[in-house]
């Protein structure tokens, strides 16, 4: 298996202080790999430095064979940030249309794309009368339309009740298996157990890069959100 994203000692300043503290690691092709992390680790900051829109200050960030941000990536990696980027005076269909149209796509995988996300029965309805959770499956829907080699998904599931992010993670599991690679962040420990690979983020530093079973075997716990904390533990201790 191949690495569809490699990243090399990966140094980020936001402001005046350093958020990605020399990061190394590789994200495989076809896998769903989790970046996990408490809020402000710097979870958005490496998603953005991914898709190729964050200034770097050290290292490197290769994407399908190309430095990320390259034009020639732009049709093959989708990026659904936490903030819904849909237009609120469309539908939900007339959107996922409209993104269809700039990739080349057509009204089928429109609609193939918004029933994915469980809003085909809101197809219809202009996504400013939307919940926030329906907002951000409709920005889903737009990113999925282009069906990206790489998909890079920023908190995905927030707002989302259990049985849509059940549903959303066995869509994402059926994306890897039919080829695609996706990047998924969450806070939510319980969602790492969906994922075929983990990176574990804390205060800008990696503090696991492994498969959800060693993480348990290294723990010697099968609680995640223990298990993470575990490693936080050891760190600090190492450090101290
Ligand atoms: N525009 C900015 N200017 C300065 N610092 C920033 C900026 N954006 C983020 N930061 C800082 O960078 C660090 C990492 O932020 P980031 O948004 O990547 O974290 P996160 O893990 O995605 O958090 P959350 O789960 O809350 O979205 C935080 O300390 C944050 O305060």
Redesign the pocket.
């Given at each position: 298996m191949h690495d569809a994203v490699t990243v090399s000692s990966l140094v980020v300043h936001?402001?005046s202080?350093e958020?990605l503290r020399g990061l190394s690691f590789g994200v495989p092709a076809g896998r769903v790999t989790g970046l996990l992390?408490?809020?402000?680790?710097?979870?958005?900051?490496?998603a953005r430095a991914v898709v190729g829109v964050q200034r770097v200050r050290s290292g490197t960030v290769t994407v399908l064979g190309a430095p990320a941000g390259s034009p020639g990536l732009r049709a093959r990696v989708g990026y659904v940030t936490?903030a819904p980027s849909v237009y609120p005076d469309l539908t939900v269909g007339e959107n996922a249309r409209y993104f269809a149209a700039l990739y080349g796509r057509g009204a089928r995988e429109a609609a193939a794309a918004v029933a994915d996300v469980g809003l085909a029965g809101d197809a219809g309805r202009l996504v400013r009368d939307l919940s926030g959770g329906q907002r951000g499956r409709a920005s889903l829907a737009c990113a999925l339309v282009g069906e990206p080699e790489l998909l890079v998904l920023?908190?995905p599931t927030v707002g989302l009740d259990p049985v849509l992010r059940v549903e959303l993670w066995a869509r994402f599991a059926a994306l890897a298996a039919a080829g695609a690679t996706l990047l998924v962040?969450s806070?939510v420990m319980d969602e790492a157990a969906r994922c075929d690979r983990l990176l574990l983020?804390r205060d800008?530093d990696l503090l696991a890069d492994c498969t959800p079973a060693e993480l348990r075997a290294r723990s010697g716990t099968d609680d995640l959100e223990a298990a993470f904390l575990q490693l936080v533990r050891e760190r600090e201790q190492v450090a101290a």
């Open positions: 936001r402001g202080r958020v992390g408490p809020s402000g680790s710097g979870k958005t900051t490496l936490q920023d908190e962040s806070h983020l800008g």
